[in-house]
């Protein structure tokens, strides 16, 4: 079974800090990593994509990509009350289509 | 331009009923996928199609059936619902390499 895992949360912070969200997979050979964002009784939307070690920055999010240890992470810069959603991360399966497998996602609130 | 179009909203079946919800795009993707979306548990993957006749099945297929209508509308039909099926389902559309799966709005299904 490949799995991606995520903590449930919540992660609570306050607004203006860093908010830090992990994500592991089990696939090895997995090549494409996704961070979604849920609000409550919403569709997910993509915030960024990621397919090489290391960082990749889009204004207050920075995407970071660990292939060796199976790990990735997204770090929300000066967290904003708009911000407090939940964050799922999505690891697309080696060899086949874009099939994405979702973690269950982190709760992230953001209070003033 | 309307994006994932997903009818109905909401439905509430009795266990045996069946059902087909509908999603449109209008995005010109050749690419559809259907989820359903459970608490603590992420969104899983029903069937997928890759383009116009063709349709696979994803990670929880089973008491689905799908129907890849034209480019536009993808369907997914449940024969004999059952309370296990009670879940939030969306419809995603991508156009081949870009990365982005687009989400409807879902339908929220409460099985009896």
């Known amino acids: 079974q490949k799995e991606v895992e995520q903590n449930s949360g919540p992660l609570s912070v306050p607004e203006g800090a860093i908010a830090s969200l992990n994500c592991t997979y089990s696939?090895?050979?997995?090549?494409?990593f996704f961070w979604y964002r849920q609000y409550s009784g919403k569709s997910p939307e993509l915030i960024m994509f990621i397919y090489s070690n290391g960082d990749k920055e889009d204004g207050r999010f920075t995407a970071q990509l660990n292939k060796a240890s199976q790990y990735v992470s997204l770090l929300i810069r000066d967290s904003q009350p708009s911000d407090s959603a939940t964050y799922l991360c999505?690891?697309?399966?080696?060899?086949?289509?874009?099939?994405?497998?979702f973690g269950a996602g982190t709760r992230l609130a953001v209070h003033p | 331009n309307a994006g994932v179009t997903q009818t109905p909203k909401f439905q509430v079946l009795k266990t045996g009923q069946s059902m087909t919800l509908q999603c449109a795009q209008d995005?010109?993707?050749?690419?559809m996928y259907w989820y359903r979306q459970d608490p603590g548990m992420g969104l899983r993957l029903i069937y997928y199609?890759?383009?116009?006749?063709?349709?696979d099945k994803g990670e929880v297929p089973n008491g689905y059936n799908v129907s890849r209508l034209n480019k536009r509308e993808f369907s997914l039909r449940l024969e004999s619902a059952a309370p296990s099926q009670t879940s939030v389902y969306f419809c995603?559309?991508?156009?081949?390499?870009?990365?982005?799966?687009?989400f409807g709005p879902g339908t929220r299904l409460l099985v009896l």
């Open positions: 999505a690891v697309n399966l080696s060899g086949g289509y874009n099939k994405l497998i």
């Open positions: 995603a559309s991508e156009q081949p390499n870009q990365e982005t799966q687009y």
């Open positions: 696939d090895r050979g997995s090549q494409s």
């Open positions: 995005m010109n993707h050749n690419s």
């Open positions: 199609s890759a383009s116009e006749g063709t349709t």
